[in-house]
């Protein structure tokens, strides 16, 4: 039972929450309540031999205190003195086993006792006599001291501790300590110190990075490394530098999306003659976390996205803007998490439609199959035709332009089921597309020889004036880097613009019954063929062009466009 105040209360001297009443006690009065008035009684002795009382009565006999005054004038013990020392490194001598401290801060030396030793113990019980002096000196100054029975100052309870020393320590630094073990939880893929898996490093075109070939821990530390706190953190800030040079190469559009938007445009002569194209790519993948409470929350579970590439070439004559080439492809795999695999394409050249699948209202169906079309026309046109007689033998030459146009396509998706629960695996995802438009404008002249017209042989030359070219490759998948054999995700985007002049060949061709049977290239050349990089990922890790982002590093906050944070940089 807990008593509150009342009969022998001590007026706070003994926390309330410690008295107990009723069930009798030592000396307690009639009537008292319980132990709120007890004062213990304290007679000094010297038994038993060895004791505390004994021990200290033995220091004072072989060396007596030193009395002097503090700054109030109130008679203190003067502490200060060479004495001996218990322990030490050394043997015999200054600060040695049975020697004596180096620094004499005044008083002599204290007097050897040959059997218990007391004068190790005379300074620190010099101090502790002090320290009830000086509180005594504080109760009749009538200053709070621990001397008080009327006084809480000297209260204590365990959880006093915890407060003072606990507590107050476990906030210091809180934040600075909250970012290392951050730090350590990344790159050890949440504390894997001990994990086994190796992988062969890629080359990475950065400074501070593992070297290329060398066999690294994916996840764990080196025992090596353990020696000391700096090891480690040089060993993880290695990690860290390779995984920040691979995130260089992959664009960040914004928090948790990866992604990219380039568009721009080019026009050559004047408003008479000339031509231009303009082109947009545009990309985006989301990553989506799992919620689960567990060890793999926020652990990236799945994602969505789309990619769209448009491109216009076109001819000005005569201040009439004619349309050369214009292509379009859009895929959307899981856009906003949605479950659908869907895309359209389309293409046309001088007005001339080569295909047509789908549209933004009516997209056909990519998921979990891809869709290829491989549509290339070529055609001749012939302007000029001039026959004339050399003896029995018809020579006849022919003039004209030529055109090749289509594109080569391919789109697919990988749709995700949706569970996104990291313990169940990754819900696979993916967006494809590869698509290759192109056109080509020539002149092509020919000579041949035949007898009436009907047998005979020939020579063609081709040559391209104008060839435009818009390779597109764009792939983002989630699932397993084949290096380490863990989750990742990985990137291989590439669009160039290539512009090719007079490129050509020479065919000597067959003539049968008026008509041409066989064709064979005799030579060929490349002309001028200059490409542009509009965009590309770069090949620093992986098979190809793919770059392979390990997922265990992309934390929660990890993915942010560049100028925010270290995670990206634009390319």
């Not at 019980?125 to 002090?130: A, F």
Request: hydrophobic content about 40%; glycine content about 12%.
């Amino acid at each position: 039972m807990i008593n509150g105040p009342g009969p022998g209360s001590n007026g706070g001297a003994i926390p309330f929450a410690v008295v107990v009443g009723g069930g009798g006690g030592i000396d307690q009065g009639p009537g008292s309540g319980g132990l709120a008035n007890y004062v213990a009684t304290f007679t000094p002795g010297t038994t038993p031999i060895g004791g505390l009382s004994f021990m200290v009565d033995h220091t004072w006999q072989a060396n007596p205190p030193r009395w002097t005054t503090d700054s109030a004038g109130n008679p203190i013990l003067n502490c200060d003195t060479q004495r001996r020392r218990s322990t030490d490194n050394g043997v015999n001598g200054v600060n040695a086993i049975d020697g004596t401290d180096a620094i004499v801060l005044g008083g002599t030396n204290l007097q050897v006792d040959g059997f218990f030793h007391t004068e190790r113990m005379w300074a620190s019980t010099c101090q502790l006599t002090n320290l009830i002096l000086t509180e005594w000196y504080r109760k009749i100054a009538g200053t709070p001291s621990c001397l008080d029975m009327t006084s809480t100052a000297c209260d204590w309870m365990p959880q006093d501790f915890v407060d003072r020393f606990v507590t107050r320590n476990m906030s210091y630094a809180s934040a600075a300590k909250e970012i290392e073990y951050s730090y350590c939880k990344r790159w050890t893929n949440a504390g894997s110190w001990d994990d086994t898996l190796t992988a062969k490093q890629p080359q990475l075109s950065c400074p501070g990075v593992f070297p290329k070939g060398s066999t690294q821990l994916i996840y764990g530390v080196p025992q090596s490394k353990r020696n000391s706190l700096a090891s480690i953190r040089q060993y993880l800030d290695t990690r860290r530098n390779g995984f920040e040079c691979l995130m260089k190469s992959v664009p960040v559009a914004l928090p948790e999306v990866f992604g990219k938007v380039k568009k721009d445009s080019n026009h050559l002569g004047n408003g008479e003659f000339g031509g231009g194209y303009d082109y947009d790519l545009e990309w985006h993948a989301t990553v989506k976390r799992d919620q689960h409470a567990g060890a793999n929350k926020d652990k990236i579970c799945t994602m969505g996205g789309s990619m769209q590439a448009g491109f216009n070439a076109f001819a000005t004559l005569f201040s009439d803007n004619i349309s050369i080439l214009d292509a379009n492809v859009h895929v959307r795999s899981n856009e906003n998490f949605d479950g659908k695999g869907e895309g359209w394409a389309n293409l046309v050249v001088a007005s001339f439609t080569v295909f047509d699948q789908g549209d933004e209202q009516h997209p056909i169906s990519i998921a979990g199959n891809a869709v290829n079309l491989d549509k290339l026309n070529n055609d001749k046109i012939q302007f000029v035709e001039a026959p004339f007689q050399v003896g029995w033998v018809t020579v006849t030459i022919k003039a004209g332009i030529f055109f090749d146009y289509g594109a080569t396509l391919t789109i697919g998706a990988d749709v995700p089921s949706g569970k996104c629960d990291v313990s169940q695996g990754l819900d696979a995802w993916g967006a494809h597309a590869k698509f290759e438009p192109q056109a080509d404008l020539g002149v092509w002249v020919s000579a041949d020889a035949t007898i009436g017209g009907a047998f005979g042989v020939g020579l063609e030359v081709d040559l391209i004036l104008l060839g435009l070219g818009l390779p597109l490759t764009a792939d983002v998948v989630l699932g397993v880097d084949p290096n380490t054999q863990q989750p990742a995700i990985s990137f291989d985007a590439e669009l160039d613009f290539t512009l090719t002049t007079l490129k050509g060949e020479l065919d000597f061709y067959i003539i049968a019954f008026f008509i041409k049977v066989a064709s064979f290239k005799i030579v060929g050349w490349d002309g001028f063929v200059q490409k542009f990089p509009i965009f590309r990922t770069h090949a620093e890790s992986g098979p190809g062009n793919a770059v392979y982002i390990p997922l265990a590093p992309l934390t929660k906050d990890a993915i942010h466009p560049p100028g925010t944070h270290d995670a990206s940089e634009d390319i």
